[in-house]
């Protein structure tokens, strides 16, 4: 069974910073490129990150460049985002998401819980 297990979010400071994981199970996480997705009630789901099979590549969302980074650690099936400089619009729910077809961009066709990120004074 396919699973995907975020961790590591919870309420921060603006300016602070979090490390959210995906801990992958199920599947060979290293066939598969990753992103990372948020909702938030008012605006909805937003792409925020994506990494490659192997982590050469990685991309973001506007809204993200330069505070997020996303990193992976395939032997340890696992897929970090370590987000920076946290403002309160940083504030939704996560999730990590795999795509249904190995080495593409397809349609997503997996995805964790999510794990909530406040960032509040």
């Known amino acids: 069974e396919v699973q995907l297990v975020e961790s590591g979010g919870g309420l921060v400071q603006p300016g602070g910073s979090l490390r959210l994981s995906c801990a992958a199970s199920?599947?060979?996480?290293?066939?598969?490129?990753i992103s990372w997705v948020r909702q938030t009630p008012g605006k909805g789901l937003e792409w925020v990150s994506g990494?490659?099979?192997?982590?050469?590549?990685?991309f973001y969302a506007d809204s993200v460049k330069g505070r997020f980074t996303i990193s992976r650690d395939n032997a340890k099936n696992t897929v970090y985002l370590q987000m920076n400089s946290l403002k309160p619009e940083d504030t939704a729910v996560y999730y990590c998401?795999?795509?249904?077809?190995?080495?593409?961009?397809?349609?997503?066709?997996?995805w964790g819980q999510g794990i909530q990120v406040t960032v509040s004074a």
């Open positions: 199920g599947f060979t996480l290293g066939y598969y490129c």
């Open positions: 990494i490659d099979e192997n982590g050469g590549e990685t």
């Open positions: 998401t795999k795509p249904l077809t190995p080495g593409t961009w397809s349609q997503f066709d997996s």
